[in-house]
């Protein structure tokens, strides 16, 4: 339902562009949002963006990450941009879906793997 892609290696101070899209029996996409597992550490939150296009950061991220979407794709993104090695992780799109006017479900994407060497 979520396929993420964007993911690979950069230089410390780079940038790289997260893009997710869900498909399938969709009605509406509401809520989207990036979370990021490093090893040794739990999936953690970075973004979220409703779809009027409200938006919350994490401390973190705020100044260095920008999420938005398209919602005629049905897709988030997530620019990030001055990136650290402490940013090494496997990044994780989540999204509410509904595939009725009462039924919503959550979904994760698959993760992509995000490498910053320093």
């Known amino acids: 339902q979520l396929q993420a892609s964007g993911g690979g290696l950069v230089e410390a101070g780079g940038s790289l562009t997260l893009s997710c899209t869900a498909s399938?029996?969709?009605?509406?996409?509401?809520?989207m949002g990036w979370y990021r597992q490093a090893p040794g550490n739990e999936r953690g939150l970075i973004a979220t963006i409703t779809r009027a296009g409200a938006t919350y950061y994490e401390d973190f991220a705020k100044g260095r990450f920008t999420i938005s979407r398209d919602n005629n794709k049905n897709s988030v993104f997530l620019q990030m941009d001055s990136l650290k090695p402490e940013d090494t992780a496997v990044y994780y799109c989540?999204?509410?879906?509904?595939?009725?006017?009462?039924?919503?479900?959550?979904?994760w994407g698959q993760g992509t793997q995000v490498t910053v060497s320093s």
């Open positions: 399938g029996d969709i009605f509406r996409v509401n809520s």
């Open positions: 989540h999204a509410d879906i509904m595939h009725s006017r009462n039924y919503e479900c959550e979904y």
